[in-house]
């Protein structure tokens, strides 16, 4: 699910569904697995909850990098990077990163 809305700041939010589409294209940069993901239909933001209330269901919070290279369609990939530096594996498990070299070779 994902928070959002303009009275987000005042501790309410709306909220959103995203769904790993599994079916589609996976492309990994930097070892990050990018794939895939669809919004599902917006809830009305006339109906927004209070966060604080929210709080005791929240497991992690992540940030979603949209996969864009240059002279290629941005195809709704994204990596999903956890709040603990964990990521999103291919397979959809939240799993540890490991450095690569090839990241900070010239």
């Not at 940069?29 to 006339?46: G, M, T």
């Not at 966060?51 to 709704?76: A, Q, T, V």
Request: aromatic letters at 8%; hydrophobic letters at 40%.
């Amino acid at each position: 699910m994902i928070a959002f809305g303009s009275k987000r700041r005042l501790g309410l939010v709306s909220l959103a569904a995203v769904t790993r589409a599994n079916d589609r294209q996976i492309t990994s940069s930097i070892r990050l697995p990018c794939v895939v993901y669809e919004l599902q239909k917006e809830e009305s933001c006339d109906e927004c909850l209070n966060l604080s209330s929210m709080e005791d269901n929240i497991r992690s919070y992540c940030l979603m990098l949209p996969y864009l290279h240059h002279g290629k369609d941005f195809n709704m990939q994204m990596a999903v990077v956890f709040d603990d530096w964990d990521i999103m594996s291919l397979n959809g498990e939240k799993v540890e990163m490991r450095p690569s070299k090839h990241v900070f070779n010239n």
